[in-house]
T-cell receptor
Framework: NAGVTQTPKFRILKIGQSMTLQCTQD?????MYWYRQDPGMGLKLIYY???????DKGEVPNGYNVSRSTTEDFPLRLELAAPSQTSVYFC?????????????FGSGTRLTVV | GQQLNQSPQSMFIQEGEDVSMNCTSS?????WLWYKQDPGEGPVLLIA?????ELTSNGRLTAQFGITRKDSFLNISASIPSDVGIYFC?????????????FGTGTRLKVLA
């Protein structure tokens, strides 16, 4: 079982560059999420999606964009990378809404902006 | 916004000792989850709790949903070196339109052999 797959695992960006973090899941989950984890901190929600074609902002959406054209894929786009976006990014999915379903996380993308 | 406080932030214990950690919220939750994160990996779900007062075990791990619904506890019995990692709590309230969990800042556990 692949679960949630994130690519790349590591990336170094220069200030102002752009990139897309890829996330795909093979569990037919409707709900998908992007979190960032800063050193010594918990997970902060960037964006989430409750199904194909539907996305919404989380706690820290500034500087990011997402799209959800298929159930499987939920890419995260950084348009103008800034040092403040240096973090570890986790994608997650869940079968349904809160209350009865936990998240399945990917293994993360470690991004450094210099 | 909602906040979760986890304590302790970190702990060093001897192999074989029991471990206790807790998570408190500024508001009431209907669901509590406990995750473990190994170095370089994403968090993995350990235990899920859905009712106030609920006590659930997963091997040497036991978690409880506090009766006030504002806290949760995780205990690890007879710790072993592979228990090292970061333990996160996460909580959610089933208010309309909420589809996301709030995560604590984590408890970093180091087990000394």
């Amino acid at each position: 079982n692949a679960g949630v797959t994130q690519t790349p695992k590591f990336r170094i960006l220069k200030i102002g560059q752009s990139m897309t973090l890829q996330c795909t899941q093979d569990m037919n989950h409707n709900y998908m999420y992007w979190y960032r984890q800063d050193p010594g901190m918990g997970l902060k929600l960037i964006y989430y999606s409750v199904g194909a074609g539907i996305t919404d902002k989380g706690e820290v959406p500034n500087g990011y964009n997402v799209s959800r054209s298929t159930t499987e894929d939920f890419p995260l786009r950084l348009e103008l990378a800034a040092p403040s976006q240096t973090s570890v990014y986790f994608c997650a999915s869940s079968k349904g809404a809160i209350g009865n379903y936990g998240y399945t996380f990917g293994s993360g993308t470690r991004l450094t902006v210099v | 916004g909602q906040q979760l406080n986890q304590s302790p932030q970190s702990m060093f214990i001897q192999e074989g000792e029991d471990v206790s950690m807790n998570c408190t919220s500024s508001s009431i939750f209907n669901t509590w989850l406990w995750y473990k994160q190994d170095p370089g990996e994403g968090p993995v779900l350990l235990i899920a709790l859905y009712k106030a007062g609920e006590l659930t075990s997963n091997g040497r791990l036991t978690a409880q949903f506090g009766i006030t619904r504002k806290d949760s506890f995780l205990n690890i019995s007879a710790s072993i070196p592979s228990d090292v990692g970061i333990y996160f709590c996460a909580g959610a309230a089933s208010t309309s339109g909420t589809y996301k969990y709030i995560f604590g800042t984590g408890t970093r556990l180091k087990v000394l052999a």
